[in-house]
């Protein structure tokens, strides 16, 4: 440990020692007194102390970790493949109507000249509709399926 890494350190030490004054003496400008005897009736002793400290730690991190859970989802992860095709205009709904029935996720197209359409499927799901595009496009319907990978569907 070098000197300048001892310097930062105490540095550090001391800056979070000033704000723990500040937000003490901002504690006791808001609250006054009450909460100074509250504190102390709670923590007069070192055992009661300690377990203040560690009964609010435990409570505040059950509450997160609570919390967290209601807002978190279920994502079922499975094998799929992406597919992608380029139809006309005159196509474009036709084709994401047909890609949507098959329950597939689309992406937003793209719009050059032409309508190129994303979507990702389960494995082993995309021949019939692969079918179904090509009779859309009288066989002029390329689509590109890439090599199945895992993702959230």
């Known amino acids: 440990?070098?000197?300048?890494?001892?310097?930062?350190?105490l540095g550090g030490i001391a800056l979070f020692?000033?704000?723990m004054s500040l937000m003490g003496e901002g504690l006791k400008k808001v609250?006054?007194?009450?909460?100074?005897?509250v504190l102390y009736k709670l923590s007069s002793t070192p055992l009661k102390g300690v377990l203040l400290g560690t009964g609010g730690l435990v409570r505040a991190y059950t509450t997160a970790t609570a919390r967290a859970l209601e807002a978190a989802e279920v994502v079922t992860v499975r094998s799929v493949v992406e597919l992608e095709v380029t139809v006309d205009y005159?196509?474009?709904?036709?084709?994401?109507?047909?890609?949507?029935?098959?329950?597939?996720?689309?992406a937003d197209p793209q719009f050059t000249d032409?309508?190129?359409?994303?979507?990702?499927?389960?494995e082993g799901t995309e021949p019939p509709l692969l079918e179904q595009l090509r009779e859309l496009t009288r066989g002029a319907a390329q689509v590109s399926v890439s090599q199945p990978f895992y993702a959230p569907f």
């Open 1 to 9: 440990m070098s000197v300048a890494d001892v310097i930062s350190l």
């Open 17 to 19: 020692l000033f704000g």
């Open 31 to 37: 609250a006054g007194s009450r909460l100074e005897l």
């Open 90 to 106: 005159s196509l474009y709904e036709r084709a994401a109507l047909l890609i949507q029935a098959a329950g597939a996720k689309i």
């Open 114 to 122: 032409r309508v190129t359409l994303r979507w990702q499927m389960p």
